[in-house]
């Protein structure tokens, strides 16, 4: 949980600093960039690290951050909700797999 609020922490603050400077923002707007920025952070850390976990492979939030990243639109949340259902449902069946395994 540490390892998720400090990479969301760093991540705020390091995104907004490049696009406040670009755009010459006053550092006001550069603060309220980085709460916004370290909300994101902090639930997109959760929600890959549940991917991680699920899915027992690093490539599975590889791929979904790629897919958000490259989208710009609603397919890649679509594309991120349809691999976390199907992780969901596979982890669900492998676990009455092994619950009948143990049975025998």
């Given at each position: ?9 760093l991540?705020?603050i ?19 960039d ?9 639930v997109?850390g ?21 897919l ?30 092994l ?6």
């Amino acid at each position: 949980m540490s390892a998720i609020l400090i990479s969301g922490i760093l991540f705020g603050i390091i995104h907004s600093i490049q696009p406040s400077i670009i755009s010459e923002s006053n550092i006001l707007i550069m603060i309220k960039d980085m709460f916004n920025q370290v909300g994101g952070g902090l639930v997109s850390g959760f929600i890959f690290i549940l991917y991680l976990e699920k899915s027992g492979s690093i490539f599975v939030p590889i791929l979904i951050h790629a897919l958000l990243d490259y989208s710009y639109n609603i397919l890649g949340l679509l594309v991120a909700g349809v691999v976390l259902g199907y992780l969901f449902i596979a982890n669900r069946n492998n676990e009455e797999k092994l619950k009948v395994t143990d049975k025998l």
